[in-house]
Nanobody
Framework: VQLQASGGGLVQPGGSLGLSCAASGTIYSINAMGWYRQAPGKQRELVATITSGGIANYADSVKGRFAISGDNAKNTVYLQMNSLRPEDTAVYYC????????????????WGKGTQVTVSS
């Protein structure tokens, strides 16, 4: 299983950016997908997650500015980031939570390699 993220880059404060992440490989089910971020010198933190049933969860710092969505058929998660601030600058990591490759198989979490988001004028 691989998670491939795309869409990072440089944007000015107040601007918008979209991220996408697709999980590929042998996949039977995924409980949830989401985004985490890690700024220099800080711990990795939750940004947003969405369950296969469509329930979204956001960090307080991004509520009202970011929107997460998912496409179960494509095993893909999207993150629309609006009103970006310099403090949103970080490497953003895609996560697939409790992924099963087979109906009778074990569950495992997977991480993408990360994509850089820089908010600066």
């Amino acid at each position: 299983v691989q998670l491939q993220a795309s869409g990072g880059g440089l944007v000015q404060p107040g601007g918008s950016l979209g991220l996408s992440c697709a999980a590929s490989g042998t996949i039977y089910s995924i409980n949830a997908m989401g985004w985490y971020r890690q700024a220099p010198g800080k711990q990795r933190e939750l940004v947003a997650t969405i369950t296969s049933g469509g329930i979204a969860n956001y960090a307080d710092s991004v509520k009202g500015r970011f929107a997460i969505s998912g496409d179960n058929a494509k095993n893909t998660v999207y993150l629309q980031m609006n009103s970006l601030r310099p403090e949103d600058t970080a490497v953003y990591y895609c996560n697939a939570d409790q992924l099963k490759q087979l109906p009778w198989g074990s569950i495992k979490d997977y991480w993408g390699k990360g994509t850089q988001v820089t908010v600066s004028s």
